[in-house]
């Protein structure tokens, strides 16, 4: 793909009737030796939530639909209709009767019925992690295999604004042979027409072979639906859409309406769409032809199918007896039309064959018309987006444990003990809610205000009903003598040490009270590899002893837990550790109040600016200096790197890597987007910034804190809009080599504006840079100056990368936001945007719930050892195996529970270890998922 965005010139010139595209002409007599073959695809884009919730949507259409569809396709064997969101089909199946469930299954068995990529939702392929991608798709696929007994076999994504590889791969290893995709940049669909290669094999950039290719094909035109499906001419194909009749609510905007078909207008209504799909033809490779009809939430009225299904049904017996014009037509279903596309182009099931072209690369930044591509949607919403991740470790986590405790409560006779049944009921639930929420409106940000925090409600329950599941099975697991164990409901055995007090706010840490009697500190490492990390939890007293799982004093830092800039809280003391931690294990510590305070304590310097109104108190614990922000550099150190911090705003300027010795220019600043002063301007979908960012400005120079301590150190600059953290752990090994960066972000009162985070260095990156597809490969991007600004801002869901001959940096993060390098040397993510009005794409609103938001990354910086020059040329690149061990950690971060109870604890291992041993770390167990059989 990199290659094709090199030959286009993203000129716009005016098509004609087909305004993206081109005049089409054919000869009469192209069809003489060989008829077309159409197949009109009924169909309804059912969105499990946009301007109505999941609730709403099935109360008012969706079930209706489905239930028009059982009767419907009864009445005439040559009907079809096909669904894709099982999220909604479950739904409906839960409440039918069994006499409605047979005819479904025999519509099925009869090719009346198809279920199209059968996933829990059409998920956005931008924002989704391949984990949620991967797990909503099970959850579909379960269900249909337990409920129907079917399994898909193509792909249908007609709504998801962009699409991803990673998708296309996905859908290959489920066992898929065809995929189609539509929102594709009007160039690149107008260029694919010309080369008519809108039907291609899409292979995965790293496959040498052809093991990864899946048919993919491409929709040519503007839209899915009536109007842009049947041929280039939407006035044309508009009155080809029968719900639109004189007298409905729906009308065609070319101001020409359907008329219904009989024996008087038949001959003309035929030529008049047959002409359309011959044109649309013309941009394929074969005589086989295929035309959605359908649209959102379609057919939901009894009257709806008549018109489409009756009148359809006139123009087809017409040109069905008609051999002069040679087609063939009729209703399909979309597998219908995959398998007489195969069947003309003499494709095997197995053997890719020369006749369609091979394509690698994705299909981002998505633009509909003009300059509004659609990349404000990567950052949209981002507190959702970040909770999103958090839902999914914990996804993880849980399942992971309760298969364990499974196994653990069956060994030792204790399955009528455990709540294997309520859990794996929660289980489910998290695993359909954080299907849910893969939606193309949901993780997106482009729904509803309300339907938002419905979506945000439904991860929140999650959260909490998985901290449940992890805690129980947590339990039985760390019991040395399982037959002590019992399960009470009411008191739990343990607890997590943080708390969410509602579906839009941070999580916060709970205080662990401490006494001379050990308090039990369970950690869950989730990794499937041994693990070193720093653990911090609060407790009740500075004077703490730690023991570790074998009864040896570990060194802890003591660090003070504040509110503000400079007031020390004494309701709480943060103390931080290295943890040492077994694969997919628990590990058990001990923390104990003591009288002396021989612990390690942090010390804190707080440059305040000459703000007379924020003196800082003295502190009876800890030391802590008062400075004025001065020229003079702030400087942090540990074994592998020394980093310059601006003594005026405190952000990062420079850092020095030990291993070579060598000094690089690492300048952090944040900058702001307007919106253009045009009619159309930026919202939830588009990003129309009003040229460059310009630098946050601040009068006076921030409050800056520098922390000190022998676990880590670390520089907090308090920004009006931004809280920003950089932290360096002394510790050996992983989490000592990259920096972990964290902005709580608040833009709540701003308008129409966006906040960036941006890294400038002095790595030779040109204007090529790295961002992932999904948290699952790596896509090369090149940034080009003959597309506007907006267009050169890519997706990240877990890193970007820069490089030159000898150097690598990597932005690590722990949510999904829009990413760019708009110049040599950058990288910048854009953190939260708030939007005062709607960017007219049937939204009808702009982005005004912004929420105060965490955005967490880690900054890695790697020597390249004998680069390849070709490398940097290559449509392909990968993340070095630290890079990569460093992305796990940061979205498996590890999980600590306290015990409730202080005294008559029963008896624990000091471990739980269910492994031999580490894995190695180029394997990721991504999930144990207890399945339910039939």
């Avoid at 649309?280 to 074969?286: E, G």
């Avoid at 990156?765 to 597309?787: A, E, V």
Wanted: glycine share 6%.
């Amino acid at each position: 793909m990199l290659d094709v965005y090199d030959i286009l010139p993203f000129d716009n010139p005016d098509g004609g009737v087909w305004k993206q595209g081109f005049d089409i002409t054919y000869n009469e007599n192209e069809w003489d030796s060989e008829p077309l073959q159409v197949f009109v695809v009924p169909h309804s884009h059912n969105d499990p939530g946009w301007l109505k919730t999941f609730d709403d949507y099935f109360r008012d259409q969706t079930q209706h639909i489905l239930n028009n569809m059982v009767i419907k396709l009864q009445e005439d064997n040559r009907r079809k209709f096909m669904w894709s969101e099982i999220s909604y089909f479950s739904k409906w199946w839960d409440g039918i009767d069994n006499q409605k469930k047979d005819a479904v299954k025999r519509l099925i068995k009869d090719g009346q019925f198809e279920i199209v990529t059968g996933g829990w939702v059409m998920p956005d392929e931008a924002s989704a992690h391949y984990f949620a991608l991967i797990d909503q798709l099970i959850e579909g696929h379960q269900w249909l295999e337990r409920n129907l007994g079917v399994k898909p076999k193509s792909g249908w994504a007609v709504d998801p604004f962009g699409h991803s590889p990673t998708m296309a791969y996905l859908l290959k290893r489920t066992g898929f042979s065809n995929m189609l995709i539509q929102r594709v940049h009007y160039s690149i669909k107008k260029h694919f027409a010309t080369q008519k290669t809108l039907e291609f094999f899409w292979r995965q950039n790293w496959d040498l072979g052809s093991s990864t290719d899946i048919l993919c094909h491409m929709m040519p035109f503007y839209s899915y639906d009536v109007p842009h499906t049947c041929g280039p001419d939407p006035k044309i194909c508009c009155q080809f859409d029968f719900k639109r009749l004189p007298g409905g609510r729906v009308s065609c905007p070319w101001r020409v309406p359907p008329e219904a078909i009989h024996a008087g207008n038949v001959q003309h209504r035929a030529w008049m769409i047959l002409d359309q799909y011959r044109k649309k033809s013309k941009l394929f490779r074969t005589k086989v032809l295929l035309a959605p009809l359908g649209d959102d939430f379609r057919y939901a009225e009894s009257s709806e199918w008549d018109q489409q299904y009756q009148n359809y049904q006139k123009l087809f017996d017409y040109m069905n007896s008609h051999p002069e014009l040679h087609v063939k037509a009729q209703f399909g279903t979309l597998s219908d039309y995959f398998e007489a596309l195969r069947k003309e182009s003499n494709l095997g099931e197995k053997s890719s064959n020369s006749f369609f072209p091979v394509l690698s690369g994705d299909f981002f930044t998505y633009a509909d018309r003009d300059h509004h591509y659609w990349s404000g949607y990567f950052t949209s919403r981002p507190f959702y987006k970040r909770l999103d991740r958090v839902l999914e470790s914990y996804l993880r986590a849980a399942e992971i444990l309760y298969s364990l405790a499974l196994v653990q409560s069956s060994k030792s006779d204790k399955m009528s003990v455990f709540p294997s049944v309520d859990h794996y009921k929660l289980l489910t639930e998290a695993r359909r809610n954080l299907g849910l929420f893969q939606h193309h409106d949901a993780i997106t940000g482009t729904s509803k205000d309300w339907v938002v925090v419905d979506y945000g409600t439904r991860l929140f329950h999650s959260l909490m009903n998985l901290k449940k599941v992890i805690t129980d099975s947590a339990h039985i697991l760390i019991l040395k003598h399982k037959d002590a164990y019992n399960y009470d409901a009411s008191t739990p055995f343990l607890k997590m040490d943080d708390v969410q007090s509602s579906q839009d706010s941070l999580p916060r840490k709970t205080v662990i009270k401490l006494t001379s009697q050990p308090r039990y500190l369970l950690i869950y490492n989730p990794m499937e590899q041994e693990r070193f990390s720093v653990v911090s939890v609060n407790v009740n007293s500075p004077r703490v002893k730690l023991l570790s799982p074998l009864g040896k004093p570990v060194a802890v830092q003591i660090s003070a837990v504040w509110d503000g800039a400079n007031t020390v809280s004494h309701e709480a003391y943060q103390i931080s550790f290295l943890a040492h931690l077994p694969p997919l294990g628990l590990g058990v510590y001990q923390l104990l109040e003591i009288q002396s305070s021989e612990t390690d304590l942090a010390d804190y310097t707080i440059y305040m600016s000459g703000r007379n109104n924020m003196q800082v108190k003295p502190d009876r614990i800890f030391t802590i200096k008062e400075m004025q922000n001065s020229v003079d550099n702030i400087i942090l150190e540990n074994a592998y790197m020394k980093l310059w911090f601006s003594g005026m705003s405190g952000l990062l300027e420079k850092i020095n890597t030990k291993e070579d010795g060598k000094n690089h220019q690492m300048k952090v600043e944040f900058a702001w987007y307007g919106t253009t002063s045009n009619r159309d301007k930026s919202g939830a979908y588009l990003f129309l910034p009003d040229g460059d960012a310009k630098p946050y400005v601040f009068t006076d120079p921030p409050p800056v804190r520098v922390t000190h301590g022998r676990i880590f150190s670390e520089v907090v600059c308090f920004f009006p809009h931004v809280t920003h953290t950089m932290r360096l752990y002394k510790v050996q090994g992983l989490e000592g080599q990259s920096l972990e960066v964290s902005n709580i972000v608040d833009i709540r009162g701003e308008y129409n504006r966006e906040l960036a985070m941006r890294i400038s260095s002095d790595v030779n990156s040109q204007n090529r840079f790295y961002t992932d597809l999904n948290g699952y490969q790596i896509q090369p991007r090149l940034t080009m100056s003959k597309l506007p600004l907006q267009a050169n801002i890519y997706p990240m869901t877990t890193m970007a990368y820069i490089q030159d001959v000898g150097i690598r940096l990597t932005l690590h993060s722990a949510q999904s936001l829009g990413v760019a390098s708009l110049k040599n040397g950058q990288l910048e993510v854009i953190m939260d945007r708030r939007l005062m009005q709607d960017d007219n794409r049937g939204l009808g609103q702009g982005v005004q719930d912004n929420k105060i938001t965490a955005n967490i990354f880690r900054l890695l910086l790697e020597r390249r050892h004998g680069t390849d020059v070709n490398e940097d040329k290559s449509s392909v690149s990968f993340p070095s195996l630290l890079s990569h061990i460093t992305s796990a950690f940061i979205n498996h971060p590890v999980i600590p529970m306290t015990i409730y109870a202080d005294s008559g604890v029963p008896e624990m291992l000091n471990t739980f270890s269910p492994l031999m041993s580490s894995m190695p770390c180029d394997m990721h167990v991504v999930n144990l998922r207890t399945i339910q059989s039939k």
